[in-house]
């Protein structure tokens, strides 16, 4: 067994008190080095079927950063621009709309927005997700977490907060249909948002799974919800590493997008690597690998970029925060023995 085929196992054989792997895909200059797949925990509902490569996984907040990339392209389209005001009706009409879009991106608008899912303090975040109608969360997303209201002043204060995340995608859904959906209706909102994400970024990559998820406004839950395949995570992950272009060269992404995903905003101490994370714009940054992007969701999701090592990464599993940085350290050493 050669050095990366035991640190790939020291990964996926783990002990189940340290989680469990459920796809690991490593590739390096777009090629893949490594493919493994795992199989599904058994609960009450069903057991112990086997992941492949065909099988849709949760990214959870992985999906930040394909809002980013959808950002991106409406940059480029000509839809929006992240140094204007957010465009967004309800917070200019109440004196809250934060000077600059980006604001929004970067945690630091000071919204009141709670991100606590395990502790036992308030959560606007599973409220937002979870309450409501059969637990599928609040009918309108992105106004709950607007109604919030800051906290803050802009720029004062960094805070994760999956509701800031929601107000831009309510915000890219009314550009994209044309009006909110008091006017235009949530269906159309929904198709527009999906197809602007096939026909502008999913397609192009070459990607065929993804699943967005939508509120019942037809709003693009940007926030934790998109499913898909551990190739097509990869092949996202892929788009940043080549600095927002296709295999062929083509320009999706604005030019420097991937520097203005991993520019460096604040240190999270308790973020899920040995030594805390860093956040950039929807993306965080692994501080042991100087240049990285990742894109980080609940209980273990990852694609880990580093484009200057041509290196992208993607773990998908069941981890839960306590024993993260375990995990973040073997993904690491695969990494560095690759580098």
Known sequence: MNALSTLVEAVVERPEAEGRTLALLVMKDGATEIEWYGTSPTTLFAGGEQVTEATTLISWSMAKSITHALLG??????LLD???PAPFAPLRAAGQAPRRGSDLRERGSGWRCGEDYEGASVSHCLEMLFSGEEHRGVADMGMYAAALGREFRPGEHWSYASGTTNILCRMLGDILAGGDVASVGAEKRKNAIEQFAKERLFG?????????KFDATGTFVGSSFVYATARDFATFGELYRRGGALADGSQI????????????VAHDPEGSGPHGFDYGRHWWLW?????SLVAQG???QYIFVLPEAGITMVHLGITDTEVAAPLV????DIVRELR
Do not use: C, K, Y
């Open 329 to 332: 350290a073997r993904l690491g």
């Open 82 to 84: 992240v140094n204007d």
């Open 298 to 300: 609940f209980q273990g």
């Open 253 to 264: 992404l604005p030019s420097g997008w991937h520097d203005h995903a991993r520019h460096w």
């Open 73 to 78: 392209i409406a940059m480029v389209d000509g």
């Open 204 to 212: 192009p990559i070459g990607t065929s799974s993804p699943i967005m």
């Open 287 to 291: 501080p042991d690998f100087e240049g």
